[in-house]
């Protein structure tokens, strides 16, 4: 790869596999941003003379914006322990809009029948690791009221931020279920 000169060189990831510079690619011209990397073939020898030359600023993380962060939080999930009736070791369960979806449809079914679909006596929610777990009536509810408490602000911070939330709210709960 031909270039007049770099500036600013600075690690473009955690693990410094990848160096930002502003690449100047013919004298006189204005710098562009650029990426190389030791394992690309054309960027390789810009990758180790930036080395030479050092030194690299460090890897800055991004900031997140708080609709990214609970996009982020949405996707991870909440940990729900659990306790009375039913022990539940703190579990991540999922929180993406297919599983509330999915809760959503038993719930109303519970609220409109009583019981769940089909007249079972249990049901299950799978967790984020993909284990079912199977809960009473009174069970099932409180932990799709969790999820929803949990996932309701966070689309509202995601979807423009109307009660104008300053914070995610926390990612964990823990249930004593009767």
């Not at 073939?41 to 050092?54: K, N, Q, R, T």
């Not at 284990?131 to 799709?144: L, M, N």
């Not at 995601?158 to 009767?178: C, F, H």
Request: hydrophobic share 45%.
């Amino acid at each position: 790869m031909q270039y007049a000169s770099f500036s600013n060189p600075r690690y473009a990831t955690p693990d410094h596999l990848f160096i930002d510079v502003d690449l100047v690619l013919t004298e006189g011209a204005a710098p562009i941003p650029y990426t190389c990397c030791a394992s690309d073939p054309i960027s390789a020898d810009l990758f180790a003379e930036v080395l030479l030359v050092g030194p690299v600023a460090p890897y800055v993380a991004p900031v997140l914006t708080l609709a990214e962060q609970a996009a982020a939080a949405l996707a991870a999930g909440l940990t729900i322990a659990l306790s009375g009736s039913i022990t539940l070791p703190p579990t991540v369960f999922p929180t993406d809009p297919d599983t509330q979806q999915k809760i959503g449809l038993v719930v109303t079914n519970v609220n409109a029948e009583g019981t769940f679909p089909g007249g079972a006596t249990s049901y299950p929610i799978k967790d984020a690791a993909g284990v079912w777990h199977t809960f009473t009536v009174a069970q099932y509810k409180a932990v799709a009221a969790a999820i929803a408490a949990y996932a309701a602000p966070l689309i509202l911070i995601i979807d423009g931020n109307p009660l104008q939330q300053t914070e995610l709210p926390p990612n964990s709960v823990a249930l004593t279920i009767t």
